[in-house]
């Protein structure tokens, strides 16, 4: 049972990045799936989240009309598109899941429904 978080790079201010979520080992398809970022030294911050039936989403409002958050659950992966980026989006970037299939309505809470988390991928920002 695993989530493997890919696509990070460095990228010009401006640019575009798409992060994948890949999991294994359990039914996408029943989970909420979650993206957070983390600075060193600093706790993790909800970026994005996207409920598993329904398909609601929950964004931060410093990524809302710029990111996006889907799924397709037959290949077992959500992605996170990230245009526009900043300087300050670079961070290490970090999904995980919540087994009970929902969001938290604020980016601010998504942390604490979060059982499985996979490892980070580095996204760089250059100005």
């Known amino acids: 049972v695993q989530l493997q978080a890919s696509g990070g790079g460095l990228v010009q201010a401006g640019g575009s990045l798409r992060l994948s979520c890949l999991a294994s080992?359990?039914?996408?398809?029943?989970?909420?799936i979650g993206w957070f970022r983390q600075a060193s030294g600093k706790e993790h911050e909800g970026v994005a989240c996207i409920s598993a039936r329904s398909g609601r989403t929950t964004y931060a409002d410093s990524v809302k009309g710029r990111f996006t958050i889907s799924r397709d659950n037959t290949e077992n992966t959500v992605y996170l598109q990230m245009d526009n980026l900043k300087p300050e989006d670079a961070n290490v970037y970090y999904c995980?899941?919540?087994?009970?299939?929902?969001?938290?309505?604020?980016?601010?809470?998504?942390?604490?429904?979060?059982?499985?988390w996979g490892k980070g991928t580095l996204v760089t920002v250059s100005s």
């Open positions: 080992g359990f039914t996408l398809s029943e989970t909420a």
């Open positions: 995980a899941r919540d087994r009970s299939g929902y969001c938290a309505s604020s980016a601010r809470y998504l942390y604490y429904g979060m059982d499985l």
